[in-house]
């Protein structure tokens, strides 16, 4: 019972999991600001050449 408790070889695999998590959110984020932005500078070149949007 005691080899259990000390045992941590799963510890490991939490943080991958937890860097995984973060960069997942991060890559996330920052693409749907990208998105966003394109998103804008189309429409802006949509409407100089005359359409609507």
Known sequence: MNWLLKEESGQGMVEYGLILVLVSVVAIT????????????????????????
């Not at 920052?30 to 359409?51: C, D, P, R």
């Open 30 to 53: 920052m693409l749907t600001n990208v998105g966003n932005q394109l998103s804008s500078q189309f429409e802006e070149i949509f409407k100089t050449l005359g359409g609507t949007p």
